[in-house]
């Protein structure tokens, strides 16, 4: 047998032992191992000579020397303090409180925590359990279809490993040689246009038959409006936030006002008129910070002259002409629509303000947006170019921990647990990479790689026909395999034929996540399915969860067909923040 057809044989027998149920790192370093011992064996050498064990000692050293996957424990060990904190239980109630005039309100509840959770955790498996626990069996209490309940916590949970921070994104920049925030910024978008998608399926489909998701009755949607309020809006105005202002200016009606058993206080009137701005505040940080930074920001470091220091003569001109390039006039006119839009909805919220809105707002900001700082912190220091992707993990994991202390949920047993499974995970990781290293050496090696390459190459494919038929290889390898095998193995396999046809390395590999969320949904090997049985009811079978999933998967490839017609969507955002074509 020859050399090209010992790489064939090596890539097909991988598939088959995985399948069989085989630790993935270790098959890989095995089947490694053994064909690089044929490929490097000399008749008469000593066995122990054999240059496939000094092969893989230089991959083993190569893989752990890789300051890429130094942001992996950190971001896995955030995810497992906040799944081991319990804070996302009020987080739930508070969000289906929000959501109780929508249809399918459970349903969409469940979607936008597990994309929030998602983003915050980065672990599928944590997710989709969790909101299995809590979300699942009030939806079928609630006479929710099977079907719909099962699959958008299933779809919803797998949104974790696609919208950064990310450690599949990681893997994936360590496999491409690519870099970590720009994948980031590239997955921004999709990830949320995907989650959005979601959402008009499960709405469109509410809408269309009432009866897969009943109306709650109405103790589930009463929102628990506490005393003092009703009687602060008796004393002053049933609007809530005019009602705080005047108690601020006038305390003397407000001395009776009791909140939990104890007198509420100016203290206390200042607290709750400090959440009730939360949405204007909200409002001024996401405005003024996109005018700071696209305006100010962008002009002082790409056009220094616009920004104030008067050059003399033609510079002038020129200098307004590279401000100009710098922000777009179409910046503003789209600027001034969004803002004024969102002013408008802002004032009306203010203007509706009753007690009802008020305690949803305060439930929100208590339970969501500590963790949505965090969040927002993370991914904003990676993306503005603050600290390296391996700082933003460390301080999304100490800021991990202090939520959970503020909130009192982690004792020294769950700390312990979540610091076993970061290790636990971040060992499973590294090997990976060892196996895959290796792996992928001794297949070169054997002209495995050359002769893919050259049969890809006399297909004579355009590139449209190339991206097709690898996002469809990759499909198919999501059937059997998870996301872990199909980047370590066959990604790598895909890379070096990029940039014969001109494709962005950027723009597929972000095809290559969204595509990789039908790994968690296709069976037979459809893993969120399998974390939801576990926890959910007796009664519910495999196959009406199986069922559930599957509109999802056309949404994904949906999803995937309009990134590719407007790259756009997928590219302006890298692009923007760190140049490029």
């Known amino acids: 047998m020859s050399d090209p057809a010992l790489g064939l044989l090596m890539l097909a027998l991988i598939v088959v032992v995985i399948m069989m149920g085989f630790a993935t790192a270790f098959t890989l370093m095995g089947l490694g191992i053994v064909f690089g011992f044929i490929a490097f064996y000399t008749p008469g050498q000593p066995w122990a000579d054999n240059k496939i064990f000094t092969l893989m000692v230089q991959r083993t050293y190569g893989a752990m020397t890789n300051d890429v996957l130094i942001s992996i424990p950190l971001f896995v060990l955030m995810g497992y303090v906040m799944e081991r904190g319990a804070l996302v239980d009020k987080m739930f109630y508070s969000i289906q409180l929000a959501f109780r005039r929508v249809p399918a309100a459970l349903a969409v509840a469940t979607l936008v925590v597990c994309t929030f959770w998602g983003i915050a955790s980065g672990l599928v498996g944590a997710v989709v359990v969790l909101m299995g626990v809590i979300a699942f069996n009030p939806m079928l209490r609630a006479g929710y279809d099977v079907k719909l309940a099962s699959g958008v916590i299933t779809a919803g949970g797998t949104l974790g490993i696609l919208i950064p921070p990310s450690v599949m994104i990681i893997v994936y ?17 999709p990830g949320f246009f995907l989650a959005f998608l979601y959402l008009v399926y499960i709405m469109g489909w509410a809408l269309l038959d009432p009866k897969i998701a009943p109306q709650l009755p109405e103790e589930q949607t009463r929102v628990p409006v506490p005393g003092w309020v009703e009687r602060l809006q008796a004393a002053y105005s ?7 202002v005047k108690a601020l200016f006038a305390p003397a009606k407000a001395r009776d006002l009791i909140d939990d058993g104890k007198p509420l206080g100016y203290r206390g009137i200042l607290y709750n008129f400090s959440m009730a701005l939360v949405p204007i505040a909200l409002y001024v940080a996401t405005f003024g910070g996109t005018w700071w930074y696209v305006v100010i920001h962008k002009k002082s470091i790409e056009a220094p002259e616009a920004a104030g220091l008067q050059p003399l003569g033609g510079a002038a001109a020129q200098a307004a002409e590279a401000a100009e390039e710098v922000v777009p006039q179409a910046f503003y006119i789209w600027f001034a629509v969004f803002a004024a839009l969102f002013l408008l909805a802002t004032i009306r919220y203010y203007w509706r303000m009753d007690a009802a809105r008020f305690t949803v707002l305060k439930l929100l900001s208590i339970s969501v947006m500590p963790l ?11 993306l503005f170019g603050i600290t390296t992707a391996t700082e933003s993990a460390a301080v999304g994991a100490a800021g991990a921990f202090l939520l959970a202390f503020q909130a009192r949920t982690l004792d020294w047993k769950r700390t312990k647990e979540a610091v076993f499974l970061t290790a636990k ?4 990781v590294c090997w990976l990479f060892v196996g895959s290293a290796l792996f992928s050496a001794v297949f070169a090696i054997l002209g495995g790689q050359g002769l893919v390459e050259r049969w890809a190459l006399s297909l004579n494919l355009t590139p449209v026909q190339f991206m097709l038929l690898s996002q469809a290889i990759i499909f198919i390898l999501g059937w059997p395999l998870e996301w872990t095998e199909i980047i370590i193995i066959f990604v790598p396999i895909f890379l070096p034929l990029l940039k014969h046809y001109n494709i962005d390395p950027v723009l597929w590999g972000t095809l290559v996540f969204v595509n990789l969320q039908a790994a968690f949904l296709s069976p037979p090997v459809a893993m969120s399915a399998y974390y939801l049985k576990g926890v959910s009811p007796p009664h519910v079978t495999l196959n009406q969860i199986f069922g559930g999933m599957m509109p999802y998967m056309l949404i ?3 999803c995937m067909v309009i990134m590719y017609l407007w790259p756009g ?3 302006w955002l890298p692009n923007y923040l760190y140049g490029g074509g």
Do not use: D, E, P
Not at 173 to 189: E, P, R
Not at 238 to 244: I, P
Not at 372 to 382: K, M, N, P, Q, S
Not at 425 to 428: E, G, H, Q, S
């Open 569 to 571: 969507m997928t590219l």
């Open 238 to 244: 049933r609007n809530v936030l005019v009602g705080l």
């Open 425 to 428: 995970t971040t060992a499973m």
């Open 556 to 558: 994904v490839i949906l």
């Open 173 to 189: 920049a360590a496999v491409a040689g690519q870099s970590v925030v720009k994948l980031y910024a590239a997955a921004m978008i």
């Open 372 to 382: 949505g700082i965090l969040t927002v912190v993370v991914l904003a220091v990676i």
